[in-house]
Each structure stands twice: as structure tokens, then as C-alpha cells.
């Protein structure tokens, strides 16, 4: 498992109180939102703030791109590392 995935999982659980998940439960290539995991809106924002403290990652605005990004722990890795190698602030 790629670590980034292990921090990401780690902070979902942490964030989101997640009492009964524990991050290596979660499969990195599952869906986070309905299916999967089964997060809901309230969840997504609260991921996005957690994600926006710890890695300085911003959301977009465009609604289509933010759930391309949060389709899974995979994703959202790529999504943190793409932001961190194009030199955003983390």
C-alpha cells in the first residue's frame, strides 16, 4: 500500500469519527461515496477541510472535477500528490 493511500485512509477515519472502519479496511480503489464506503455530502466537506488542513490542497469549484478526486483513497492520493509536485503549499 502506497503510504500517501495509509495517511489519506488514516485521516477519513480520524475525520470523519469513524468508529467501526479501520483505515486498512478500506480498499483503496473502492468507491468512497453511496457504494463503498458509503459517505454522504456532509462527509465530502468535512474530508475536503481535513484534506485542506493537512495537505493544503484547495477543492475546485467545478463540482464534476471534486468527484473525480474523491471517487476513491486512489484518487484522492493522486489528487494530493499531483498538487504536491506542482509546487501548491502543503
Known sequence: MHPLEL????????A?????????DIDS?????????????IDALELGVAL???YGVAMSADPAENRKHFASVHALA?????????????
Open 52 to 54: 485542506q488542513k493537512r
Open 16 to 24: 470523519l469519527s469513524l468508529e467501526d472502519v479501520k483505515p486498512q
Open 78 to 90: 493522486q489528487f494530493v500528490a499531483a498538487s504536491q509536485a506542482a509546487g501548491r503549499p502543503n
Open 29 to 41: 480503489g473502492a468507491a468512497l461515496f453511496v457504494e463503498g464506503l458509503g459517505l454522504d455530502s
Open 7 to 14: 495517511e489519506i485512509k488514516e485521516l477519513i477515519v480520524s
